[in-house]
Structure formats: structure tokens, C-alpha cells
């Protein structure tokens, strides 16, 4: 079965550049969307970005100044870079997919989650 | 700025029913916003109930079910059971944006 694992630092220095790598194992990375949210500690879910196999690429208007998504379908990875984070990136971060099926004729049924991993802002 | 909007939190006894909603600050929830809905227990990944509305997982117990109920989406869970205990969460898309909001979340207690 598909399975996603996100991995990159867990410390980042205040005003550097955060980067992810989301690995998707047991099946292939084309015709999905892939997106990133995040979760700070006792907090909701927050919608980070996505991005297509084609490496077309939608962003959260309140952070798409500091995202950027890319996709490597001959690692079957995919990546996040959220650059100047402060402390408030602090957060679990998670990658997941989005297939289509049912009365999605697009992929808008976000079906598997990688584990997360936690990324803490701090100098 | 978008926002939307779940009840804090619901109790619920065991084996009986119980409807969270979900909430557009820009209006009426249609089927256009393709709701997702998603349980959350503590230390663990969101697990994927619903999508597009109504559409259920293969793994998505029976008990839970999607609608749009009065302007907003809605999940219901019948016959709840323990182990439903949980945060959940709806997502919806707004297309014209071509971004998603998670909705505000919703702890579920069975007690």
C-alpha cells in the first residue's frame, strides 16, 4: 500500500529557509496532488500548499510569499521550502495525497497522510 | 480572510448519534467546496473519512456519513462508539482561490 514519509531538519535557525522532503513508497507520484499542512503543538490543521505531478502549484494566500513546492517524479518526492521562518512555523508538518474517485472527477479526495514530522524554529 | 467554523466540542453518549457542521465565512457550503472531513486522535496523523461530501473510504466505518445540512456540511456519526473519540476536522475548497481552509475542528467526547 501507498505510503508517504516526510523528512528534513528538525531545528531551523529564525530567518532561515525550512525544507521537507515528502517520499511516497509502494506506489507512483503521477496524477495526484500532493499537499503539505502543518500543526502546531495543540492547535488545528493548517492547508500549507500543493502541487501536481506536472509540477503545477497552488499556495495558502497567507504564506505563498514564503512557499515554494517542487516535485521529483524520478524520486517519487516531492518538497517544501517556507523560507525567513520565524517561531510561529514551529509546527508539525505533514504531507498527503489527494486522488480522485466517487464524485471527485478531479483529485479532491484526500485519502493517505505520511506520520508528520516536527520542525522547530529556534536559534 | 477566510474562515471556517466548527462546534469547540460535542458529547455524545455511546451508541448514540450525534452532527458536526462546518462553516463558510463566505456563505452557503455546496458540493462545489468538496468537503473532506477527517478524525484526529491525540499524538497521531489525521485519518481521511469522507470526501466530496458524502464519498466514504473503503476503510471509513459505516457509521460515519457526510451531507450538506443547511448551508453547511455536516458529518454524522450513529451509533458511536468509544474508540470515536476524537478531534475531527472538515476541509473545503475554494475554487476560485484554488486553495483549501481546514475547518476550526471539533473534539468529540463519548461519555
Known amino acids: 500500500q501507498v505510503q508517504l514519509q516526510e523528512s528534513g531538519p528538525g531545528l531551523v535557525k529564525p530567518s532561515e529557509t525550512l525544507s521537507l522532503t515528502c517520499t511516497v513508497s509502494?506506489?507512483?507520484?503521477?496524477?495526484?496532488?500532493w499537499s503539505w499542512i502543518r500543526q502546531p503543538a495543540g492547535k488545528g490543521l493548517e492547508w500549507i500548499g500543493r502541487?501536481?505531478?506536472?509540477?503545477?502549484?497552488n499556495y495558502n494566500p497567507s504564506l505563498k510569499s514564503r512557499v515554494t513546492m517542487s516535485v521529483d517524479t524520478s524520486k517519487n518526492q516531492f518538497s517544501l521550502k517556507l523560507s525567513s521562518v520565524t517561531a510561529a512555523d514551529t509546527a508539525v508538518y505533514y504531507c498527503?495525497?489527494?486522488?480522485?474517485?466517487?464524485?471527485?472527477?478531479?483529485?479532491?479526495?484526500?485519502?493517505?497522510w505520511g506520520q508528520g514530522t516536527m520542525v522547530t524554529v529556534s536559534s | 480572510q477566510t474562515v471556517v467554523t466548527q462546534e469547540p466540542s460535542l458529547t455524545v453518549s455511546p451508541g448514540g448519534t450525534v452532527t458536526l457542521t462546518c462553516a463558510s465565512s463566505?456563505?452557503?457550503?455546496?458540493?462545489?467546496?468538496?468537503p473532506n472531513w477527517f478524525q484526529q486522535k491525540p499524538g497521531q496523523a489525521p485519518r481521511a473519512l469522507i470526501y466530496?461530501?458524502?464519498n466514504k473510504h473503503s476503510w471509513t466505518p459505516a457509521r460515519f456519513s457526510g451531507s450538506l445540512l443547511g448551508g453547511k456540511a455536516a458529518l454524522t456519526l450513529s451509533g458511536v462508539q468509544p474508540e470515536d473519540e476524537a478531534e475531527y476536522y472538515c476541509?473545503?475548497?475554494?475554487?476560485?482561490?484554488?486553495?483549501?481552509?481546514f475547518g476550526t475542528g471539533t473534539k468529540v467526547t463519548v461519555l
Open positions: 463566505t456563505g452557503a457550503v455546496t458540493s462545489g467546496y468538496y
Open positions: 498527503a495525497r489527494a486522488t480522485s474517485g466517487g464524485d471527485c472527477y478531479w483529485p479532491c479526495a484526500f485519502d493517505i
Open positions: 502541487i501536481y505531478t506536472s509540477g503545477s502549484t
Open positions: 466530496s461530501t458524502s
Open positions: 476541509l473545503l475548497y475554494y475554487g476560485g482561490a484554488q486553495s483549501y481552509v
Open positions: 509502494g506506489g507512483s507520484i503521477s496524477s495526484y496532488y
